[in-house]
């Protein structure tokens, strides 16, 4: 049985296998330019499946990964116990546990004409979502594309995929996506302990079957049920994989029946920075979802900031700019840690145990907090561009 | 012979003796130029004419004759296509096209090729004409394509004689004076036809809205024109102003616009007195609206801005953020309005802008540009007249004018298209020189010149992502497969000329492909 998958829109292809026969048909604008590279794409991607199909292809505007992501989505479809899963190599180191997360920028993971080019905006972290934003029926292909997408970019900060709920396709997204080393899994709806085992577990066995180093994948619960944010504490000690705790304030309202207003939403978000604190990982805020708002974004981004959110959450790359201003040290910030940290040095080379600064007391905290931002700001800057 | 950005260009082209380029400014010309066509005029004299047949018939006009057009009304045109008509009814043959650009709109112009009333054009092609004769075969003598200041320098150096010049006019008056930003449709200045006009045998005057004597601005003078025709319609408003103004969404774009934006502002030319040429596509326009919000953050006054004038340059002029405009094309309504009632946004011609033969060009006193292209290579060298496949698609526009003005051009492309990279080894026709090219902007970030150590600098101080051609290019290639080329063949179907005059490259016939 013949099986399409994709679509024409800008970025995509559109691909039909049928399994048991040979060939490959290319449709594409410039026929002259590009079919030799489609097909030798299409025929790269058949020949690892192990299956024999035809393929014919109507291409508009598709990356290599987006071609062989799809002509694997049709085999396994149209073959299923026939087509293996491809997988490819990765070159992708894991990433250290408090690195700067200020933004995670979402991506469909079905629309590759969204996908194009997430890379390039500077983004600390890269969201690749099969959850919400991918509809049931398009779930297999956009884990598939999801997979191929993370073997082929390459990019300076992190890139996170937000699974399914576990028992609703987060396990099968987990097998597939993990053969393309994300640095983290997003894990949505999460609302206990168990949520957060019943994962750490799966991508245990996962990487040991993988002969990658156990541990290495990031869990980032995203809690926004009222059960989720009732446990946020358990859930940020729940696992040594557990980095931080995402707030996702659209389903919360919706479970709490809440309007979405700051004062409405100042408990979830306290209880969840308080618990990320107490376990000593991030929190991240909420997308803010009017793209046109950019003075209610760089408000929001500035109270998040001060109720001491790390990052948020951004459904564009023009909502980058604001949340990395909002979420990184500002100078005058930088230059009282340095101060911090000179005057406390010099007490120390001094012999004296305490030591004020601007009249004011520099303890052991105040110290730490200097160091933190001092190092955070350091980090920031040694990675070119982002401001 | 081989000219000075390492193309093979042959010593005759058609009927034509080539001088090959040797660098951006190394022509220097000093002597008379070709004079004005004058014959002078009685005390009375009706010069209306009651049809463009009419007219084609008072001028005189016989085969193998010159007759030119200007592009103000872009795609929305309709005079170019009415007058060939007549010239098919009048059983005219072997006419040369001397538009400043044609348009998809102007696609019958293929079928008025095909029946030999048109054998051979010289002008920028923008869409299937330029897709027609890419095909080749089919004009008598290889195409001939100018920026908007060499087109200028050819009718005034006498390269290109003008028969009759057919001048498309929002607003006339029965004695020859006419202007594009009044009237019932109204397109934006018109003073690309001003050289033609003055220059040409005889010059027609075609308007849909005639009033009383006189009308003004004066851009088309009464002493240069002789016949007048009034017609029903000479283009369609909906094309003619507003095509163009698309503001991106894209991502991609945008992305490009910011470090566009981002690397303006952190050259030494952003400071006061500060001078920009913006264009009316979706980056430029980006691009501009974000100096705008800079120079009001920085407190920075700006000289001028030059034009194609847009809402959106409009908005900074108005915004107080500069002291003038400069603009020789309108692209929307807004700039129009803004060139009729504001002093500071000011009418120039191509002359003015770019004439390289002259004492001084706009564009020498523009500090930066930012520009779009087909392609670039490794040696920053620009295309914008083909694609990869080899099809000739687009015209030069001022891009050469404003890239070898300005003293920081930009050009922004994104790295990938589709499946197609825009960095190329060599690009497939050079249209502007690396020479005169300062940074490509990509999504993937900025590549530097070598010749300009002291951006890059400033630009890694910024904190931007500088990298090479050759990185941003390997990136893109894990991408995508490499690509196909065409393969040429020996016919020539376009000369590109240099600014002065001399050929920079030809465009060949596409055989097939590799």
Known sequence: ?387 | MRNAVGREIPERIGSRDVEAYRGPFALRRDGRKVARHQKGAPRSEDKLLPSIDAAIEACGLSDGMTISFHHSFRDGDRVINLVLDACARAGLKDLRLFPTALFPTHQPVIEHVRNGVVSRIEGSMNGPVGAFVSQGGRLAEPAVLRSHGGRWRAVEAGDVAIDVAFIAAPQADPYGNANGIRGKTPCGPISFATVDARHARQTVVITNDLQPYPVYPMEIEQGWTDWVVVVDEIGDPASIASGTLQLTRSPTNLRIARLTADAVVASPYFVDGFSFQGGAGGISLAVTSHLGDEMERAGIVGSFGMGGGTKMLVGVLHSGLIRAILDGQAFDLDAIASIRDDAAHVMIDPGFYANFDSRGCATYQLDTAFLGATEVDLDFNVNVNTHSDGRLLHGIGGHQDVASGAAMTMITIPALRGRMPMIRDRVTTVTTPGEVVDVVVTERGLAVNPRREDLSERFVAAGLPVRSLEEIKAEVERLVRPVGRPIFGEEIIAAIEWRDGTVIDVVRKVEGWE
């Open chain 1, 1 to 387: 049985m013949a099986v399409r998958i994709g679509s024409e829109e800008k970025g995509d292809c559109l691909v039909e296998v049928e399994p048991g026969r040979d060939g490959v048909t290319v449709e594409t604008k410039n026929k002259d330019l590009l079919e030799g590279g489609i097909r030798a794409v299409v025929r790269e991607a058949v020949a690892a499946l192990g299956v024999d199909a035809s393929v014919r292809i109507v291409e508009t505007g598709a990356l290599d990964y987006v071609i062989a992501a799809r002509v694997e989505a049709a085999a396994r479809a149209a073959a299923p116990d026939r087509a293996l899963p491809i997988v490819p190599s990765v070159d992708r180191a894991a990433s250290q546990r408090d690195r700067p997360r200020r933004s995670r920028l979402y991506a469909p993971g079905n629309r590759p004409r969204l996908l194009a080019g997430i890379e390039v905006h500077g983004a600390d972290c890269i969201l690749l979502d099969l959850e919400d934003a991918v509809p049931l029926s398009e779930k297999e292909a956009a884990r598939i594309l999801v997979k191929h997408l993370l073997a082929t970019i390459r990019f300076p900060g992190e890139v996170w995929v937000r699974i399914n709920p576990i028992d609703a396709g987060g396990c099968g997204d987990v097998e597939e996506i993990v053969l393309g080393r994300p640095h983290g899994i997003c894990l949505p709806k999460a609302e206990s302990v168990a949520d957060v085992r019943a994962l750490s577990e799966l991508l245990s066995r996962i990487e040991l079957d993988r002969g990658v180093d156990e541990g290495t994948t990031w869990i980032m619960p995203i809690l926004e049920t009222a059960a989720g944010v009732l446990h946020a504490e358990e859930i940020a000690g729940a696992d040594p994989r557990v980095v931080a705790l995402a707030f996702g304030a659209e389903d919360y309202t919706r479970d709490v029946g809440a309007r979405r207003r700051w004062d409405a939403l100042l408990y979830a978000r306290s209880r969840i920075v308080a618990a990320a604190a107490s376990a000593g990982i991030q929190a991240s805020d909420t997308v803010f979802a009017d793209l046109d708002d950019v003075s209610g974004l760089a408000e929001e981004c500035a109270r998040a900031r001060d109720l001491g959110f790390d990052g948020k959450g951004a459904i564009n790359p023009r909502q980058l700019p604001a949340i990395h201003r909002a979420f990184s040290p500002t100078k005058d910030e930088l230059d009282y840690a340095r101060r911090v940290v000179a005057a406390a040095e010099g007490a120390e080379a001094n012999g004296a145990g305490a030591v004020a600064l601007d009249g004011r007391m520099v303890d052991r905290p105040v110290l730490e907090r200097a160091l933190r931002t001092i190092n955070y700001a350091g980090r920031l800057a040694g990675r070119g561009e982002e401001r």
